[in-house]
């Protein structure tokens, strides 16, 4: 099961809770490839389930969706245990993340809509 969140207060308490491995769609109800990607992602939601699964409409949360950096749609973000894992974009790979100028894990970004990436990116997690 999806679970849509809101706003920022509805995130922070979907990821305090820790899950082993939670993943979270930001899209959008205009977006052809976030129409593709939807049933795909609620497919997976019942396959694994011992994965949690949410949907952010940057739309309805554009705060949220700032502070999580979305720049595109559909961008799928992985946390463990409430950490950031991987950003998924289908476009580019970049290493996108610094801390107070001192460099930290690097956190991957590939953009948009593709089933197969996404999957093997969960399988690799769980």
């Given at each position: ?68 950096h979305i ?37 991957f970004e590939l ?16």
């Open positions: 099961m999806v679970q849509t969140i809101k706003d920022m207060n509805e995130f922070k308490t979907f990821l305090a809770a820790g899950h082993k491995l939670t993943v979270v769609e930001f899209s959008s109800t205009w977006c052809g490839p976030c129409k593709r990607m939807c049933p795909i992602f609620h497919a997976m939601s019942v396959k694994y389930q011992n994965v949690f699964f949410a949907n952010v409409d940057v739309n309805n949360s554009p705060e949220l969706a700032e502070t999580c720049r595109r749609i559909p961008t799928f973000q992985m946390f463990k245990k409430s950490q950031k894992v991987t950003l998924f974009s289908r476009i580019k790979r970049i290493i996108c993340c610094y801390r107070s100028g001192v460099m930290s894990n690097p956190i953009c948009g809509a593709d089933a197969k990436i996404l999957e093997a990116k969960i399988q690799e997690l769980m």
